[in-house]
């Protein structure tokens, strides 16, 4: 059973930046797809972005601005986030894909991202 625990959410104005981090534990890393999702009050979960032993994904409404990157020897995720707006504001979850599958079905706890305008 995979563990996935977020961190590095907080309150930052807009403009600014912050680095979320999801440790996961239990499986080879390595061979998993991993994604950050979001979910703000009153609306649904969306994708931001995806990584993959090969490429990465990124929603329009991040591109440019959020970069994913994966440190397999941590088995760590990170999802930096610059020019933040205050639209970027949710819970901020992450996932992971087993290899093979359609869906993301191991989640974090997820981490508040608050921005201020």
């Known amino acids: 059973q995979v563990h996935l625990v977020e961190s590095g959410g907080g309150l930052v104005q807009a403009g600014g930046s912050l680095r979320l981090s999801c440790a996961a534990s239990g499986r080879t890393f390595s061979s998993y797809s991993m994604g950050w999702f979001r979910q703000a009050p009153g609306k649904e979960r969306e994708l931001v972005a995806t990584?993959?032993?090969?490429?990465?994904y990124y929603a329009d409404s991040v591109k440019g601005r959020f970069t994913i990157s994966r440190d397999n020897a941590k088995n760590t995720v990170y999802l930096q986030m610059d020019s933040l707006k205050p639209e970027d504001t949710a819970v901020y979850y992450c996932?992971?894909?087993?290899?093979?599958?359609?869906?993301?079905?191991?989640w974090g706890q997820g981490t508040q991202v608050t921005v201020s305008s």
């Open positions: 996932a992971q894909r087993s290899p093979g599958a359609l869906d993301f079905g191991s």
């Open positions: 990584i993959s032993w090969s490429s990465t």
